[in-house]
Structures are given as C-alpha cells and as structure tokens.
C-alpha cells in the first residue's frame, strides 16, 4: 500500500486507482512486479533454450543434465546447411587434417571425422521458403489493399455476407480443402511446384489481408478524396495518390502478418509439396544426422523461425491485437 | 458478383483510366472473390463430392458413388468416435488453461510499471512462432534422457521424472501444456485491452460503496472483459478443433494413438498408406459440421452478451 501515499494526488494515474485501496487480498506493486518477471522468465525458457542448442555441439545438445554452461559452436548451423560423409583413418582424415586450404566450417566438422561434401537440401528448401513466402506476400497484400479499398469506400451489394464469406474461408480446417486441392493440383501439374504454393499462400492470406485493409482503410477519412476529386483527380489517381500514401503503416503492419504466416505454414506445404517446391518448416524434421536426430541442427533451423518472429512481434506490437483477431479488436 | 446499390450515370465511351466507381468495385473486389471461389468455395464443393464416393487418390479408379456409407461406417466406428473424444477433450482442457493463465497474465500487466511493455511484447512471442517448430523444439524438452522440462519440475521440488511423450495418459497432457505456453498470450492480449478500456470511475464507484474486491473483479471488471474474452474463446476453440502443426511435431498422433486428433487422423487418411480419400473427406466434413456448430453457439452468446 506505500505507494499509494508516495504517488501524488493530483496525478490521477493507475496507481491511486481507489479499487487497489480496498480489499487487503490484492497484491502490492512490487510483488505484482516480481511475480510477472518470474512467469515471463518462465514462459521464455523454452525460447532461451532453443537459441543456446542452436550453438552447442552435437554431444553437449543431448548431454544429460543439460548444459547451461558450453562453450559455443556452430556445429549445428553446419550440419544444416551441408551434407558431409563420414571419414576414417585410411580415408585420409589425417591427411585432410594436415591441410592448410580449409574453411573454418571445414575444420569444425573435421573434429568430428566428417568432411563437407555439399550444401544440404535444406538450402534449397529454405530458398523456397523465401521466394514463395515473399511473392504470395506481395500478392496477397496487393489484392487486400485492392479490395479492402473497395469494400470500404463503395457500397457494395451484400457488402456484410461477403466479408463474413471472406473470413469464412481463412476459419476452415486446411486439411479439408486439401485434399480436393491435392487432386485439382496433381490434375493440372501445380502440385509439388512454386506456382502452386504461391498460388494457395495467397489464397490462404487473402482474407486475413482483405480484412485487415479494410479496417485500415476505414480510419483514413474519406474528406481527402473527396478533396482530391474535386481538384479533378480520377478515382484511380486518387487511390493511388491520396489512399495508398495514407495506408502506407497498415499496407506495412498487413504485409508482416502475412510474411510470418506464408513462413511458419506447415500443413499445405507437408501434403503438397515433396521435393521440387518444399519448405523449411516441414523438412527441418527430416535433417537427421548420422548418428539419430542432431538436435543442434533443428535447434539451429528453429532459430530461423524465431529470429524473424521477434523482430516482428516487437515491431508490430502495436498491431498485434489487430492482426490476431483479423481487425475485428482494434484498440 | 459484387455491384453497387447507387449508381451515378456516366457517360459512355468512357476511357479506361476513367472508370465509374462500380467499375472500380468490380475490378478490386473480382480477383479476391474468382481466387476464393476456385481456392476455397470449389475444393469446399469437391470434397463434399468426395466424401459420397469410395475412391483413392492412388488408385488408377474414379470415384464411385456410395451415398451415406462413408459417413455411417464412420459414426458407427468406435475408434472415430475415440478420436472425436480426443480433440475434444484436448480443446476443452487447453481452452480452459489458456483463459486461466491469460487472465492472470492479463492482470498482473494491467497496471504498468518500468518495463512492462517489453515484458507484454516477451511474453506475446510464442504465439507468434511456427507451431511445427515449437511442436519439434517441446519434444526436445519433454525428453526423457536430457530434456530440462523433468530437470525443471524436479528442481522445483516435484519428484516426478518421466517420459512425457511415451506414457499414454501423459502425452495429451504434454500437448496441452505446449499449447497452453504458446497461446496463453493470445488470450491475455485480448483481455488486456478490454481491461485497459474499462473507465476508472466504475471502480471508484464501487469503492465508494465500499464494494469488497471480489464484487468489483464479478460486477465491473469481468462484465467488462467479456466480449473480448469470448472471442479469444471462440478463437482457440475452433483452433483446437482443428489442432495438427503442433501435435505433428510433437507427437505425430503417438504414443500409439494417445494424441490423435481428428485433423491428425484426416491427414493420416487422406495422405497416409491407403490414401482413403473418400473416406477422408467424409471426416473433414465431420470436424468442419463440429466446427461450425461451436462457433455458431459461441458467436450467439457473444451477441448476446453485447446487447444485454
């Protein structure tokens, strides 16, 4: 209760608040601090966890009891993003030791008797990732600003039933549309192909996209059209000179959403992909080491999973709310 | 196909860079809808197709119409029914949990002090993650032999070493407590906002009265908090429902079929050995009537709420 008398009067902050003087149950301040930090802690051991495998060597990922204290490698990062085959003594790994024309990488998996022989698949599967993330992204961000704008600005025949249909689509389970989508895909050769993938990311980050837009577009008042029109603007000049300036954030905030969605989707890309257009998120499973699972190398594939989403979770924290609720929540 | 109600006459010949505002609509609104429609609205019809036929995707035969007997042959089978169970329970217990702990999450970063906004944008990360990722990564944690989730218990005092992945009766338990880590805040974003949006005179109002706490956290706050709890309900219900990137990587639907959901199920069918397509389909439609149904009884309560 202490602060409560050191808070002045005439601030009429949170912490003067009346509802926190009565009752004798309620938590003070400091132990409300405490106690938060401790559960945060908490909730984010699994996360701490995850980026200190991703640096440990294999032996130390799976030393019982688990390290907190190991001396960093990159082991894991290695045996990633390369394929290696083992070597023994007469298939000259000291030989290859001895040699003076070897990269870093080279060595730390030389001490492990493993000699690089190429990139893994991995690579080109991340490389996937990117570029069908990326290109569904831009479409499907492009169509919402497009629609969106529509939705929000003309009167639209059954505008309601239409958006309630738009969001209906992103609320199915993806396994029942898949298996007609595998059928229709395998008809027309767009299965286990780019196009085929950009083609449903889009779809699948259409309606998250529409909606979010329109709300955005909802909050820029319609006076600066209007104003743009009478100086004899065409609609079209107008969107594109007044409109989109003005929706540039949430163009920004729509367009990070649907990043982090194309990027993290496991379940289309498990069922329609195998080999030519597969993704990150379904084959880190299947980087397996020699020796059983290489729990560094997934630690490490994660890792390009959780980098990006806290970049993002920080620089969209004012539109998360929005985001996960699809603009139906805005503060 | 989308037109609009008023319509201002233009004249005709007009060029292309001028279009009519029912020009425009059209023109923006069309390729969302025609992209929809042969993503979502056709497959949605196909599947429906499938789930009457016995056919299998690998099967050099086409489909062939066996009306109900899909759908009987599923309902009357024990095992579905038992996967149905499954999926149920597991939504109902994590949904619960997740309210629990994001309300109290909530509460506790309701009032702001030095940090707190790091701290909520901390805490709201899991959510944001890829769940197969954070399915795979848990797996490694619950390990028996050098998982740290038995270290931590054990060194909190709880002597309790086990293979959570292994046992039967604890694996669903495992999901539920990653599903509970990853989507606690999702809850408490929402009831953050609604309890930030409560005006501080209904409670200087009640202490006025001098109404206990409990009666002010029953009468103002919760009243208050409701709408957005409900549709933080309504959202990871119907997630739950159709719960399949987590568990697929925590679990795969193991140990034997202790966690198998019916999404786990469908895909097992579907893209599994047999590739029972027909069969399938009839179960996604199942879950998908499921599906509807809870989320139709909770958008009423939430309506209902909103205007009483």
Not at chain 1, 34 to 55: E, N, S
Not at chain 1, 192 to 214: A, C, E, H, P, Q
Not at chain 2, 107 to 119: A, D, N, P, Q, T
Not at chain 2, 285 to 296: F, G, P, R, T
Request: charged letters at 15%; aromatic letters at 12%.
């Amino acid at each position: 209760m202490s602060d409560n008398l050191s808070s002045s009067p005439k601030q009429f902050n949170y912490a003067t608040r009346v509802d926190k003087v009565t009752g004798n149950w309620r938590l003070t301040r400091s132990i409300r601090i405490i106690l938060t930090v401790v559960v945060a802690i908490i909730m984010l051991i699994p996360v701490a966890w995850m980026i200190m495998t991703a640096f440990k060597s294999r032996a130390d990922a799976v030393a019982a009891p688990p390290k907190v204290f190991f001396e960093p490698s990159m082991e894991g990062f290695i045996a990633l993003l390369t394929q290696r085959r083992q070597l023994t003594a007469e298939q000259g790994l000291q030989e290859l030791q001895n040699r003076t024309d070897l990269k870093w990488y080279d060595r730390v998996m030389l001490k492990r008797g493993q000699q690089i022989i190429d990139k893994s698949e991995y690579v080109d599967y991340l490389t996937n990732s990117v570029i069908i993330s990326v290109t569904s992204t831009i479409f499907s961000v492009a169509l919402g600003v497009l629609a969106g704008y529509a939705f929000s600005r003309f009167p639209v025949k059954g505008k309601d039933d239409l958006m309630f249909f738009i969001l209906s689509t992103r609320m199915l389970p993806a396994v029942v549309v898949t298996i007609p989508i595998f059928l229709m895909y395998r008809q027309v050769g767009l299965y286990d192909s780019r196009v085929g993938m950009i083609l449903l990311y889009t779809v699948f980050n259409l309606s998250f996209s529409v909606w979010l837009m329109k709300g955005f577009i909802d909050e820029i008042p319609r006076e600066y059209e209007e104003a743009a029109l009478v100086d004899g603007y065409s609609r079209i000049q107008a969107f594109l000179r007044v409109v989109l300036p003005q929706a540039v954030t949430g163009i920004a905030a729509t367009t990070v959403f649907c990043l982090i969605f194309a990027w993290n989707e496991f379940g289309f890309a498990l069922m329609l992909t195998t080999e030519k257009a597969r993704t990150a998120p379904p084959s880190i499973p299947s980087v397996l080491g020699t020796g059983g699972i290489e729990w560094a190398a997934i630690a490490a594939g994660s890792l390009g999973f959780l980098i990006p989403v806290v970049i993002v979770t920080f620089a969209l924290r004012d539109y998360l709310l929005r985001g996960v609720t699809f603009g139906a929540v805005r503060r | 196909m989308a037109t609009m109600t008023k319509e201002v006459p233009r004249p005709p010949g007009m060029s292309r860079r001028n279009l009519g505002d029912r020009g425009i609509t059209n023109l923006f609104v069309a390729p969302t809808l025609i992209l929809l429609i042969l993503w979502n609205v056709f497959p949605l019809f196909y599947s429906l197709y499938l789930s009457f036929t016995s056919y299998s995707a690998i099967a050099k035969k086409v489909p062939v119409w066996v009306g109900f007997q899909n759908y009987v042959t599923l309902l009357t089978s024990e095992q579905i029914w038992g996967y149905f169970a499954t999926t149920g329970r597991y939504a109902l217990i994590s949904v619960t949990l997740e309210v629990i702990v994001g309300f109290a999450l909530a509460m506790l970063l309701r009032e702001k002090f030095k940090g707190s906004g790091v701290l909520t944008t901390l805490i709201l990360v899991p959510m944001m993650l890829s769940p197969v990722v954070v399915g795979l990564f848990w797996s490694l944690i619950f390990n028996p032999g050098y998982g740290i989730f038995n270290y931590l218990i054990h060194w909190m005092g709880v002597p309790l070493i086990t293979d959570w992945l292994g046992k039967t009766y604890l694996a669903l338990w495992a999901v539920v407590i990653v599903d509970v880590w990853m989507w606690s805040p999702f809850v408490m974003l929402l009831v953050l906002s609604g309890l930030t949006a409560i005006p501080d005179y209904l409670y200087e109002a009640a202490a006025i009265d001098r109404a206990s706490s409990w009666f002010q956290f029953r009468r103002i706050t919760l009243p208050q908090v409701a709408p957005l709890l409900l549709i933080a309900i309504l959202f990871r219900t119907m997630e739950a429902l159709k719960s399949f990137d987590v568990i697929m990587g925590l679990t795969g639907g193991g140990p034997g079929e202790a966690t198998r959901t019916v999404s786990i199920e469908i895909y097992l069918r579907a893209f599994g050995g047999q590739f029972r397509t027909g069969s399938a389909s009839a179960l996604a439609y199942l879950i998908l009537i499921v599906i509807i149904a809870v989320s139709n009884i909770y958008i009423t309560a939430i309506n209902r709420i909103r205007e009483g």
